[in-house]
T-cell receptor
């Protein structure tokens, strides 16, 4: 059974700092991995999608990497801003199930202090 | 293109009642998935519908059910509500091509409170 773990559970940094969020998964048989952002009480906003054949994806100040063989992904945020404060979730789409089912980690709650 | 919409946004019910939540996917998306989010359990998969057929089901009791209409809109129903059903219910839509290359897009959620 696929399990997804995110470390750390919470992170507080000063504005301007570069930071890395970690995600690990137990079964490398995945179609893709997706990073989401969630603001309090809101839905999920898709940030980046990495296909199983890819090593990384970039969007603006965000860069996500995927090492499928070791079951790890990282989300790098450059020059963090207070507006980046949110919970970041990673999710994998396992090959063991058909369809679009995602398995989520517990998330990392990020606070960027002005 | 309009995003995923969910109605209602907030609901308050009492134990024993039933509730129906609605989700309208992004135009052209045929897959709709439902998730329950609680502080203790995180995001848990409920079920997925594709072309009006349930394609996947999570580990939830039979009180949780859903359906999808020909226009891809989906509803989920929870009967005999329990206090533990209080949660944020999220739906996600995707084009769901073969090979699993698609991005999942989530709606804003329905906050259900059971008293």
């Amino acid at each position: 059974k696929q399990e997804v773990t995110q470390i750390p559970a919470a992170l507080s940094v000063p504005e301007g700092e570069n930071l890395v969020l970690n995600c690990s998964f137990t079964d490398s048989a995945i179609y893709n991995l997706q990073w989401f952002r969630q603001d309090p009480g809101k839905g999920l906003t898709s940030l980046l999608l990495i296909q199983s054949s890819q090593r990384e994806q970039t969007s603006g100040r965000l860069n996500a990497s995927l090492d499928k063989s070791s079951g790890r992904s990282t989300l790098y945020i450059a020059a963090s801003q207070p507006g980046d404060s949110a919970t970041y979730l990673c999710a994998v789409r396992p090959r063991e199930t058909s369809g679009s089912r995602l398995t989520f980690g517990e998330g990392t709650q990020l606070t960027v202090n002005p | 293109k309009a995003g995923v919409t969910q109605t209602p946004r907030y609901l308050i019910k009492t134990r024993g009642q039933q509730v129906t939540l609605s989700c309208s996917p992004i135009s052209g998306h045929r897959s709709v998935s439902w998730y329950q989010q609680t502080p203790g359990q995180g995001l848990q998969f409920l079920f997925e519908y594709f072309s009006e057929t349930q394609r996947n089901k999570g580990n939830f009791p039979g009180r949780f059910s859903g359906r999808q209409f020909s226009n891809s809109r989906s509803e989920m129903n929870v009967s005999t509500l329990e206090l533990g059903d209080s949660a944020l219910y999220l739906c996600a839509s995707s084009t769901s091509p073969t090979g699993g290359t698609d991005t999942q897009y989530f709606g804003p959620g329905t906050r259900l409170t059971v008293l």
